[in-house]
Structures are given as C-alpha cells and as structure tokens.
C-alpha cells in the first residue's frame, strides 16, 4: 500500500473518519480534494472544513477548487492510482473517474439503492427504518449508482437520532474501509449492480422540512421527523408567532382529547405536546432568538404563559 497513489475526495466531518482511517491504515495518500473554506461564525472567519484541517495535521496536500469539473488536471497531475470518495458535496467528472488504475470507489451511508442522494442519514430516521448501513462502492458519473463492492449493516434505536447514527455510521464506515478495500484491491469484489427498481432517492433538506406539522403529522412520524433533524438543521414549530426548536425529545403513545400542538404543561423536566396519537415530550429546546436550554428552565421563564397555546 506504500507505492500506491491515494487521493481523497471529501469535505465534512463524516469523510474525516475516513481519512483517518486511510491514514491509520498506512496507504500513501498524495493530495486530499475538499470543497473550498468557508467563513464561519460572527466575524465570518475562514474555517478550514473538516477534511482540510485533518489533512493539515498530517501535511498532506489540498486542493480546494470551486468546481472540480473546471480544475480537474489538478487531480490528474497527480497520477492517482487510486480515487477513495466520501461526502464531497460536488459530481466528480468523467476525466477523473476514468483515470486511477484501480478506479474510483465510494463510502455512502446507507443500503443502496435505497438512499441515494445527500442525505441518507436523515431520511433512514425519519422513515422510521430500523436499520441502514455503509456501502463501499463504485463510482460512476450517475450519483450513486455504481457497483456496490461491500456493505456493513447497522441498527437504528427506536430513539436514535440522526446525529447518534451518524457515529454509528462512522465507525461501521472505518471498519469497512478496513476489510474490504484491501480485498478490492486484491481483485476479490467484482461488485454487484444496484437493482433500479428498488432505488429511492434521499434528498437534500430543505428549510421547508426543518417546521414539523402538529395538524398533518401523526405522533410517530412526527416523532421521527424530529429526531431526523437533530443535530442539524433542528426541527422547530411555532406558536404565538414565534418559532421554538426541539432539540431533545421522546414520544409517548396514549389518547389525548386536546387539539394536535396544544402545549399541555411542563412536567418531568419536559414541555408536553398534544399530538395525533400521544404527546411530545420536549427535554431540551431553543426559543427564538434565546440559547439552547432545558424545558425546566424554559418553563421558569417564558414557558408558562405558553400553556394551553398551540403550535401551527
């Protein structure tokens, strides 16, 4: 693995755990490609994204073109044998894809074909799936839909949130990287064609997604539809014109006579919600222009006059 040209493709926080894994697992890698920085925070300071910053611990090289399809001779100057993808954000193009001796291969979080698309974490939680996984596959100019070499299945807790499958996901994901790289590069995984008819398509979210619907939603889907969003970009819903984000929440399945999004009261350290089918049990939240805090504190302040309201 030490005379075999590496270069990784990836930007989040995710596609680090792959990298260091590539890393750990001693391949020679040449040049990291992530998106280009990006100025965060009040005083719009250029953060590296995760992928730049690992890679600048390890000294490895990073190209951050605006658009790859336009600066692709960066990556083919670099004679990889070896393309490894995950979560870059941008369609690598047809030159790079044709251009490593043993081709261009994928980590994508979920069971293809079921998931293609940016956000496959999020629609597993939402759907209510019990389970999902990580996929090593191969990369093709259609989005995500290659050979699928090897995959690693995972459980999704009845609670979990999508931020608890993400880590889930990631280690499934090193530990994929692990046995079943070394094995493609051997030869021994021709790959198996995803079968179209199954394929389903996981969109990105959009903000029209982040407001949960008390009326249109029965308690288990909106259940999920909360957790989905959680740690980003954080489900809310808005009552008295004002818009309050879940944070941390539990479901409870009972007959409820009050109308769906009427706040029932504060007790056991949780705002309740009427919802269809049970409550909503808020544990932590986020008014509108306030800090993240507990219900309590919430309920301490301007949560009491809420009781009897109804979110939208």
């Not at 043993?102 to 939680?125: D, E, M, T």
């Not at 596959?137 to 499958?165: F, S």
Request: proline content about 6%.
């Amino acid at each position: 693995m030490d005379d075999l040209k590496v270069v990784f493709i990836g930007t989040p926080e995710f596609a680090v755990h792959i990298l260091q894994t590539l890393i750990d697992e001693k391949y020679n890698i040449v040049a990291a490609v992530a998106q280009p920085d990006k100025p965060t925070g009040r005083k719009h300071l250029l953060t590296p994204t995760p992928v730049h910053a690992l890679a600048d611990q390890y000294h490895i090289p990073v190209l951050q073109p605006v658009k790859l399809r336009l600066q692709s001779q960066e990556v083919l100057d670099l004679k990889p044998d070896l393309i490894v993808c995950c979560a870059y954000g941008q369609i690598v193009p047809d030159d790079i894809l044709a251009a490593p001796k043993y081709g261009c291969v994928n980590i994508h979080p979920s069971l293809l074909p079921k998931y293609r698309g940016g956000a496959p974490v999020h629609h597993a939680v939402w759907a209510g799936d019990t389970k999902t996984g990580v996929c090593l596959m191969e990369m093709v100019h259609a989005m995500d839909a290659g050979r699928v070499y090897a995959c690693n299945e995972v459980k999704i807790g009845p609670d979990e949130t999508t931020e608890e499958l993400n880590t889930a996901l990631e280690e499934a994901s090193a530990t994929l990287l692990k046995t079943a790289l070394p094995e493609y590069l051997k030869g021994n995984l021709p790959g198996i064609p995803q079968e179209e008819s199954l394929v389903s398509i996981a969109r990105n979210i959009s903000r029209e997604d982040e407001q949960v619907s008390f009326a249109k939603e029965e308690i288990n889907t909106l259940y999920n539809h909360v957790r989905a969003l959680i740690d980003w970009p954080i489900g809310y819903g808005m009552v008295e014109g004002k818009r309050i984000k879940f944070l941390k929440a539990r479901k409870e399945i009972k007959a409820v006579t009050e109308a769906p999004g009427t706040i029932l009261g504060f007790q056991d350290e949780a705002m309740e919600i009427a919802c269809n089918g049970g409550v909503l049990k808020i544990y932590e939240l986020q008014p509108e222009g306030k800090s993240r805090m507990s219900a309590a504190a919430f309920a301490n302040g301007a949560g009491r006059a809420l009781v009897g309201k109804q979110f939208d």
